[in-house]
């Protein structure tokens, strides 16, 4: 969740109930499960009240057209590959990112006093939204968690020119005693394709360093950078991580990587078979739970003593959290493209009351 | 090894066998057993063949004189106080980091086919060298490897102007098809600190971005830089991971955070208390070790096929120690270093013969 945040002061507020009936509402339309659309639209709302809009309702009706198309198989069977103590391999059968993941997260929570550690990967998934919300629940539950994925092909390895890796998110949480767990969460790319695609539409330039052309030149030119890619953040040292986060991603799982895969966003039938991996250790283990908590705090608190103003990991979408507890900014555009589905399917409009919610 | 590799081409080459015999002889004169010594100088010539000079040799008067003085405990009472099926804390007495990852390493291994999923945490550590070769070393053996360590205070966090981080190395090892891990090893500052002391020598200035003065401004000025701070790799997303691995080294062991600690390099009788984390996964849960090694490989192929002249994460390494299989370039002042700790204690010298070793 670091660094995506929106510029949000002018947007419409919606009601956060509304949002939660009108999507859910949406998804079992298009044939979700009801449980399948609340786990889908748990992480979706928690990424837009975090401040996080390019993982929040702007994948909605993304979602639900992958569902029509086939490339989100609304009615999956998933299935336990291999199971051991601490060490499992589910396959998907091309679930919502976030379904496979509430399977992961139950698995993982029945190993406590079983296993220490604990990892788990996903074969056949498909985008799971933000990452950090699934490291962070782990962490809520005591363990310190370590959460990757892969993605469509998007990104360039540090002086390529092929997209051969995705924006592979990694995230972090470590449980602290104040109960906010510490959490990185961060594309593995320097910026997001979604501000890409913002800046093409408004006409402006991207940020040096964000993208390079068809050829591999640098470029500013968000057309330029739509037909080329996104580079790795952090130079070459960002690149090595994003080509081991796609190997740690997908080789234990059997999922396909970038390269081999389209994205839903371009091709809503494509099953992409994206591969997760999820690490958890239980602190009870080592030093003990309350010792962990406690230093994580000392960790933090560090940090944000560092310097004027400095924040710590997940400080800006704490606050934000904590200021959307009934209402939330949603771009226009959002609101406008999950209420033109919605009228097609002839389930309720979000629009129609975003500002003034109904009693 | 990710990004620090030397400018060797103009340095003496010095005979690998020798320097071997030469630095156990001194190490072992300081205190310190010969397996031990054994151990700590293969990770330091590991580096050096791999063209990591600011991991190897130049160490070890370093790491002789935090012996002499107090910081590194030559004479360990090395123990685990905790072990489970899979978890495990070590505390290592103030060893060698080396030494304690050797421990790491063997207790590993004795959970083949107990534990599928591995952590290893470890308290009262000192510096272990290049990450990436405790890594590999596992990759080599079959397991999926992830390592972090914590530092003494070198960066500030994005924006701040305290170092209450370490440089907070990274590794990452995949088990390939050919036999060679894919490795990435990365420290998460911006810049190596061996550089930033470098051009202070030379009275060059050092790169944009690697540093910012005691005001928390950035500079190019290596004084300025020494009297501040180093900065994280990749702006705010690298700062969070960086944050995040000083909770991971840190918070299950319960070692030290770096804003607690002082560095052996500064003040060579400190006891750091550094601490590690180590996770190692054993692919024959998953998808198996077979199908694992032939996904890596296919991975680094699209990596290295992705344009002109891209490498593959650990490729200049490989390159490098392949080339190096009987002498390695090395600074003359490293030589001169060793040399002069060497006469003082009475061991061989590696500079008499370091451009044509005696038969």
């Known amino acids: 969740m670091t660094g995506q945040r929106d510029a949000s002061a002018d947007l419409p507020l919606v009601d956060l109930e509304r949002a939660r009936a009108v999507s859910e509402q949406l998804l079992v339309a298009v044939g979700a499960r009801r ?101 962070r629940r782990l962490a809520e539950a005591g363990w310190v968690a370590i959460g990757v994925s892969s993605t469509g092909p998007t990104v360039v390895p540090f002086g390529a020119t092929q997209k051969v890796l995705g924006t592979n998110p990694l995230s972090i949480s470590l449980p602290a005693r104040d109960g906010e767990p510490l959490t990185a969460d961060l594309a593995t790319s320097t910026g997001a394709y979604g501000k890409v695609i913002a800046a093409r539409n408004a006409g402006t330039a991207i940020p040096e360093g964000w993208a390079v052309d068809a050829e591999g030149r640098p470029t500013t030119d968000p057309e330029a950078a739509m037909a080329g890619a996104l580079t790795a953040f952090g130079g070459h040292k960002g690149s090595a991580v994003a080509v081991l986060i796609e190997g740690l991603s997908g080789v234990l799982g059997g999922s396909s990587f970038a390269f081999e895969t389209e994205d839903i966003w371009s091709n809503p039938a494509s099953r992409m078979n994206v591969g997760h991996l999820v690490i958890a250790i239980d602190p009870a283990a080592f030093a003990g739970a309350e010792s962990t908590a406690a230093r994580v705090q000392q960790l933090r608190d560090a940090v944000r003593g560092a310097g004027e103003g400095v924040l710590a990991p997940g400080d800006p979408e704490a606050t934000a959290r904590a200021q959307r507890q009934q209402r939330f900014p949603l771009a226009p555009s959002t609101i406008e493209a999950i209420d033109r589905m919605a009228v097609e399917l002839g389930t309720p409009r979000l629009g129609d009351a975003s500002s003034d919610p109904a009693p």
Not at 49 to 55: D, E, F, L, N
């Open 35 to 135: 449980d399948h659309a609340r786990a889908t639209v748990e992480n979706l709302l928690f990424a837009d009240r975090s401040g996080i809009a390019s993982h929040g309702l702007l994948r909605l009706p993304l979602y639900a057209a992958a569902v029509r198309a086939g490339g989100i198989n609304a009615d999956p069977r998933m299935r336990w590959v291999t199971e051991a103590p601490g060490a499992a391999l589910l396959d998907a059968d091309a679930a919502f990112g976030q379904v496979a993941m509430e399977e992961v997260l139950r698995w993982i929570g029945e190993q406590r006093g079983r296993a220490a550690t604990v990892a788990v990967a996903v074969q056949s998934s498909s985008h799971f939204g933000a990452g950090g919300y699934w490291t």
